[in-house]
């Protein structure tokens, strides 16, 4: 493993004529821009060699790739709805009368060469983007690594989660085809359901009645000037202060809250990555190159009449439109003149409250836990059995309603019947994650049991001896220090006492906040204390 | 609430395979007949093979020893199987043609499997039918050869028939485990008296609904979208957005999971 300590090498005695010219335009370089301060604090920045902690640089260079594509189809498509007819290469399409922006994206799609490609490693690139957020966001959560001093970054990787899925949205109405002008449809549905305002708010957005002729336009706005812009925004305070806070680290001897053990950025980091970035890239373009998506010449120009057997959103989309699928029937009435939509309304405030909770988790776990202290070693999910539990019942949550979403498609390819798929995820959204908060916690729970029991009496190594008195015993491998740290370095939390405080007085909300913590950490495994180390290690 | 609306189920069934119903339905039908006539003789039976008695009493032989038991020794239905008196020469190939008929077990919807008789023996039972009661015949090869506007057909087909068997063709769920069923491999001849027939779930399309161009412009598309790969690469079943979301998350994620795995281990 390589240490910070020797990442710099000593100069030799005489410079080459390559080494004389860089030193000068550094030194050119930081004369003008004072430049070596900031070299100096992020070329030694430090990385972990946990694979795990890789999946938001995965996250990065595949919004890198929908940049650079992203630009390439701008040069080529037109965000109007002026209607025409198409004159382009697609023979099935020929002669139809659609909007410009879809004749421009079948024009990306067949007459530039090139543009296929570049849309579908744009299409590509947006689901791989989300779907490394979402599980370097899991791979956060379970890590218990928002924790102070990162609960903010943890609230802004949270907004980039959401802008990244505001994006792709954005983006798959743009080509107005029937699948995006079907989403939108879905979208005008909810903000027509929006009690009292709703029709004025469709009206202000689609620019009068749907689909009106303005909507590809803004939306393009949003697309490619607005959301992108807040988005890096978001980024670079999300890696600025993921600078400044530094990374997290697995417990392991010589690993402490104070320091971080990995590599430095300069030189073996930037090269990992650099390589890195080309591979996550790599990956892209050869899934674009042999696979297709959107086809949006099958889907044809939208019109309001027809829809597609199995329209979706894209994979991101799919737990609100699982959610909109999961709503029983019979939530609409008419009260005091006015339509109350609670089969759009009842969705969208329980997605509503689960993005909020998600992203106040962490103050929440920290007013539970009452612990003010900085945290840098990475939890093992298993040595936080309730947050591990809370996370796999979030998880199931979400997946349940994203299943939904496809709820047609496993109807037919599992000879099921659609009202017995779509009853099963209704009873599953509730019992599901029930279910799996108890499961993970068990599991948590038991994993921690055998970490204690391996710290204190070793793996047990299959090979029996038989004593002089005649009795049978297993020997067990003891674990050296090393191995031995990484069981039993995590904070034993207890539940908190409710104590009086200064005037002698216990606050309702003390009392509150005891019953949670009591919730939180009554089934605990204590790790192995010294002096059951100690004691235990005369055993074998 | 269950047992509630499958008993219902039950009893709506039972309603429609109803004797007097059927006989009621066989009035409706002659009674209209008058009207139609001109129509049905135009389009549907001028081109029907001619039916000469001894392939109707050879049809009626196999009739009688495969399909009476659900429709009955007249073909006038029972409660296990519909009158096919008026569904004409082009359903009973479309039905027999595709392995739908006989019918391997009572479900949702008969399903496609291997057709159990040759094709003589599905046009004597064609004819036999169609001697029964005028009905639909077997379309005309001018409209299935698949010269027709693609365009055009894959306007229809996107605004009457997507909405069930998807833009791609590629079928889709109904209710109560019926489906829409994928339209690739279907024959030219096939889809068009499905359109003219309405089989299991389908709707009719009748000749005023979609002409007989129409009809040909679909099929002439279906055609097209058959013949030709997707031009963006493997087209992964063409059911949207499903399997591109599973695709990235098994096959893009794992693998670039797999490199992150790669390049952060350490040299043993």
Known sequence: MTTVQDSTKTPSATPSKGSRFTGAVANYLDERTSISGITKELGRKIFPDHWSFMLGEVALYSFIAILLSGTFLTFFFEPTMTQVHYDGSYVPLKGIEMSAAYASSLDISFDIRGGLLMRQVHHWAALLFVAAIGLHMLRVFFNGSFRKPRELNWVIGFTLFILAMAEGFTGYSLPDDLLSGNGLRIIDGMLKGVPLAGTWISYLFFGGEFPGEVIVPRLYSLHILLLPAILVAALGLHLLLMVINKHTQYAAAGRTNENVVGVPIMPNFAAKAGGFFFVVFGVIVLIASFFTINPIWNYGPYDPSPISAGTQPDWYIGFLDGALRLVPPGLEFVLWGHTWSFNILLPMIVIGIFIVLVIIYPFIEAWITGDKREHHITERPRNAPTRTAIGAAGVTFYAVLWAAAGSDIIATHFHLTIEAVTHTLQALLILGPIIAYFVAKRICLALQKKDREIALHGYESGRMIRLPGGQYEEVHRELNDYERWRLVDYIDYKPLMVRPDARGRISPMQRVRAVFSRWFFEDRISPATRAELESGEGHH | ?268
């Not at chain 2, 006539?37 to 029907?48: E, F, G, K, V």
């Not at chain 2, 069930?164 to 019926?178: M, R, W, Y």
């Open chain 2, 1 to 268: 609430m269950r047992t509630h609306s499958s008993t219902d189920a039950r009893r709506r069934q039972a309603g429609r395979r109803h004797p007097l119903a059927s006989i009621a339905l066989i009035t409706i039908g002659l009674l209209s007949t008058g009207g139609a006539y001109a129509l049905l003789t135009t389009t549907a039976s001028a081109d029907a093979p001619a039916a000469s008695q001894a392939s109707i009493s050879e049809g009626q032989k196999i009739f009688a020893s495969n399909c009476a038991t659900c429709h009955g020794m007249s073909a006038s239905g029972t409660a296990d199987g519909p009158s096919l008196y008026g569904v004409g020469a082009a359903s009973v190939d479309f039905q027999m043609g595709t392995g739908r008929m006989p019918l391997a077990y009572q479900g949702p919807q008969g399903e496609q499997k291997p057709p159990q008789f040759t094709q003589e023996q599905i046009d004597a039972v064609a004819m036999y039918i169609a001697s029964l009661a005028p009905g639909p015949g077997i379309p005309d090869q001018k409209w299935l050869n698949g010269d027709g506007n693609i365009a055009k057909g894959g306007e229809v087909f996107r605004i009457n028939c997507a909405m069930c068997h998807n833009v791609a063709g590629a079928g889709g769920a109904l209710t109560e485990g019926k489906f829409a069923p994928s339209l690739s491999g279907v024959e030219a001849r096939h889809v068009y008296e499905a359109m003219v027939t309405g089989p299991q779930n389908m709707p009719v399309f009748n000749d005023t609904n979609l002409t007989p161009q129409d009809k040909a412009d679909i099929i002439s598309f279906l055609k097209f979208q058959q013949d030709n790969a997707s031009p963006g690469g493997v087209d992964l079943g063409s059911l949207g957005p499903v399997s591109e979301g599973l695709f990235i998350w098994i096959f893009g994620l794992g693998a670039v999971i797999g490199v992150t795995i790669w390049i952060t281990a350490r040299p043993n």
